[in-house]
């Protein structure tokens, strides 16, 4: 992973899924998506592929030249469009600070996201912030929230040690 590359500490709390684990989510965002009558097309399940192997948020341009199998680059509209589905949906997110994006870890539809970000090794790890009922209940009361940004930015556990 791009920013990996100067850490020499272990691996960090979330690496990418592998196996029986990236069946498993990419199953489940099928069912997701079939619950919406959305679909799931090639692109878009590329694209999350992708962003669920990472062990690190992904570029527009990782995720465009590492679409293809055989090497060859996907062309940048495919990519930003499966980008907006999977956003729109709530299987990814972007961050804005790092301008990446991860594949969501949480599996519960419509949350805000929040972010962990370590500087060292670049893991990142997501969580529901706790203000998350607060920014609920403006909708309730008429507010339109268009986006929401909370990253901490430090050392993980594993760069600390
Ligand atoms: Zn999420
Ligand atoms: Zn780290
Ligand atoms: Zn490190």
Do not use: W
């Not at 949350?111 to 670049?122: E, K, M, P, Q, V």
């Amino acid at each position: 992973m791009p920013m990996s590359a100067g850490c020499r500490h272990e691996d960090g709390a979330h690496p990418g899924l592998k196996g029986p684990a990236l069946l498993r989510a990419l199953g489940a965002a099928e069912r997701r998506c079939a619950e919406r009558d959305e679909r799931l097309t090639d692109p878009r399940r590329r694209v999350l592929q992708l962003l669920l192997v990472a062990d690190a948020p992904l570029k527009a341009y990782d995720l465009i030249g590492a679409y293809g199998s055989g090497g060859a680059p996907a062309k940048p509209p495919t990519v930003y469009r499966a980008l907006d589905f999977l956003e729109r949906l709530g299987f990814a997110h972007r961050i804005e600070s790092l301008n990446a994006y991860v594949a969501c870890r949480l599996e519960a539809p419509g949350h805000r996201a929040a972010f962990l970000i370590c500087n060292c090794c670049g893991a990142t790890e997501e969580f529901e912030p706790d203000f998350a009922r607060e920014i609920a209940a403006a909708e309730s009361a008429g507010y339109a929230v268009s986006s929401l940004t909370l990253e901490a930015r430090g050392l993980c556990p594993a760069c600390r040690a």
